[in-house]
Each structure stands twice: as C-alpha cells, then as structure tokens.
C-alpha cells in the first residue's frame, strides 16, 4: 500500500535551515509529482511546493527564494531545503503524491521556528 513518511522537522532558530524529507512507498515513485503542504496552527493547510516527474518545480509565493524541493528517484525520497525561516513558516509540513486517483498524506512533521 502507498506509504508516505516524512522526517526531519525540529526546533530552528529564526533565520535557520532544515531539510525534511518524504520516503515514498507502495507505488512506482519516479512516475508522480510530489508535493509539499503545510498546515500552521489555527490555519488551513496550504500548498508549499511541487515537484512532477520529471524534475520541474513549482512554490508559493511565500517561500520562494527560501525552499528548494527536489527528489532522488534511486531513494523514493523526496526533499524540502529550507533556509532563511521565519516563525511564520511554523507548521506541521506534509507530502503529498496523488496515485491511481486518490491523494495519500503522511502524517507530517513538526517544524517550529522560535528563537
């Protein structure tokens, strides 16, 4: 069954970088985009970032220049580099990979920017 766990969410200090990662299972990887949301408390889960197939990238606004998504195929893995964070980018980070029709969710990561 499709699997996604992401990892490497913590405690940063403004100004801070962390890279989580999304470990996909279940369905053939390399054919699907992927995608980043998050979900900061009290607010609706938003869209951070997407990368499809083959390699192209897409972001919001409010992270763009900041984050880079990226994926290793070879891993089933999929990335998110965070730099420059700011306590708005507080929230609990997700992946996302939309197979045979149905969009699967991780459980996410926390990710806190405090100082």
């Known amino acids: 069954q499709v699997q996604l766990v992401e990892s490497g969410g913590g405690l940063v200090q403004p100004g801070g970088s962390l890279r989580l990662s999304c470990a996909a299972s279940?369905?053939?990887?390399?054919?699907?985009?992927m995608t980043w949301y998050r979900q900061a408390p009290g607010k609706e889960r938003e869209l951070v970032a997407t990368?499809?197939?083959?390699?192209?990238?897409t972001y919001a606004g409010s992270v763009k220049g900041r984050f880079t998504i990226s994926r290793d195929n070879a891993k089933n893995t999929m990335y998110l580099q965070m730099n420059s964070l700011g306590p708005e980018d507080t929230a609990v980070y997700y992946c996302?990979?939309?197979?045979?029709?149905?969009?699967?969710w991780g459980k996410g990561t926390l990710v806190t920017v405090s100082s």
């Open positions: 996302n990979a939309p197979v045979g029709g149905r969009f699967y």
């Open positions: 279940g369905f053939t990887f390399r054919t699907y985009a």
């Open positions: 990368i499809n197939s083959g390699g192209r990238t």
